[in-house]
């Protein structure tokens, strides 16, 4: 809407939409009535083979059978309080089925111009490999602490049999002589 209105960028709606398809986040733009005014290639790219995304479909209807629309429409709800609070709503959500298995950060941001709500965008962040790379760093760690306390547990062990053998050494000498 700014685009055209405003004229942003200067740049033709050609050369707009490459722009915007070339964007690593996927993004849905949706009315007043939660059908899909827009959306970019990420999106088709992104949810391909889990969701089939068009323009004029209800984004119920998208996202039905995924975890997105547990718990009565939880997308819907979501949607509707930053619509009414005109504040982005941000929450992460991991989307698995079938071979689909990824985790998003999504945001909710309402598109209000004079104080009239014009709809709403729905921001999808993949954060899979951030998740993947955080359970990784964890494991990591975990490996490194039992690392350390193995090796304090070793020396431990090896003072007490120092402590030990001492005294035997004393005593086997003097019965020795």
Known sequence: IAIFRYQFLSIAPIALRTVVDRISDAFIVINEDYHIIDYNLTMDIIFNGLVTINRKINIGEV?????????????IKLINVAKTSSAPVIFSKHIQRDKFDKHFSIEITPIISNKNYLGTILLFRDITANIKNQAAMEEKQRILMEQERLASLGQLIGGIAHNLKTPIMSISGAVEG
């Not at 996202?63 to 997308?75: G, I, P, V, Y």
């Open 63 to 75: 996202f039905e059978n995924t975890c997105l629309m547990e718990d009565e429409d939880d997308l």
